[in-house]
């Protein structure tokens, strides 16, 4: 009798030994399965990608629900690919109105608003004397013809060209370091101006005279101006690499247009380039950098 009490002893302390080792393996798996599910690196906003929380909330902006950013198997957020590369949902590509435009071979145009006056105003010639800043020099050239308006004959327009060889130099040789200039002169077409009220028995020097010149160049490899984003160190566009990913570029650019900018070197043409939007998607590639 006491033969079987020992063994019945035995058997439930084996029965009950299996019964923790089995439930102990399924509480460890469980905590195992709980430790595997990804946490958020941060939440954020779809209408304000900028917005970076370390929990779970309202947007401080516009009050909605934030939802979570995780890390990929790569990684990364799903946010941000490498340095100066961004990643946003196709929600917030529309919210924030991402658009790009190609890059493009087309001339450039600029407009040049030139403040002078008028000189050796005889019948015989006259000039255009004008002040040319360093910055004008590239949309400037022989052969030009500038249009002229001087404020004491109203309603009309005189022409004036940029001449290589004439009675005056075209330009001083000498640049004003301090204003970064120099002075350039056009010569006017029909001579003398006059003032209407005096004709040619007054002919007036040092009038003060504007022009008006829209330069054109040839065609250049050129993008939007508002895809350009100035620091410190120099240009920067964000290229769209497809699928909401967008590239972080330095580029160096040449003459910069009315609407349009020379790229020099960084981009090649057919590359898409961010036009709207771009300034958000920075910030947003700076705060994850400095994360």
């Known amino acids: 009798m006491k033969a079987k009490l020992i063994l019945f002893a035995v058997v439930v302390l084996a029965a009950s030994a299996g019964f923790f080792w089995v439930f102990m393996r399924q509480q460890s798996a469980s905590v195992l399965a709980g430790s595997s599910a990804p946490r958020p690196l941060y939440y954020t906003c779809s209408m304000h990608p900028w917005v970076h929380e370390s929990k779970p909330g309202q947007c401080p902006i516009c009050g909605m629900n934030l939802t979570p950013v995780y890390a990929n198997t790569a990684g990364t957020t799903n946010h941000e690919t490498i340095s100066g590369d961004v990643s946003l949902e196709p929600d917030s590509i529309s919210t924030i109105n991402v658009q790009t435009e190609p890059v493009e071979r087309r001339p450039l145009r600029h407009t040049l608003h030139l403040s002078g006056e008028i000189i050796g105003n005889s019948s015989q010639a006259a000039w255009f004397q004008f002040i040319a800043y360093q910055r004008d020099l590239a949309w400037l050239k022989i052969g030009q013809a500038l249009n002229i308006s001087v404020a004491g004959v109203p309603g009309k327009t005189f022409t004036a060209k940029i001449k290589l060889h004439g009675v005056k130099p075209f330009a001083e040789s000498d640049f004003d370091m301090m204003s970064s200039s120099t002075t350039m002169r056009a010569e006017i077409s029909d001579p003398p101006v006059e003032i209407s009220n005096f004709g040619d028995s007054k002919l007036f020097n040092g009038l003060h005279a504007e022009a008006h010149l829209v330069a054109e160049t040839d065609p250049v490899l050129a993008i939007p101006r508002s895809a350009i984003i100035s620091r410190g160190l120099g240009a920067t566009v964000y290229v ?50 400095s994360e």
């Open 240 to 289: 769209d690499k497809g699928d909401g990913h967008y590239v972080s570029r330095p580029v160096t650019l040449g003459r910069i247009g009315d609407h349009f900018a020379e790229v020099v070197s960084g981009l090649n043409e057919g590359e898409k380039v961010v036009t709207t939007g771009n300034v958000l998607i920075d910030s947003e590639a700076q705060l994850t950098r």
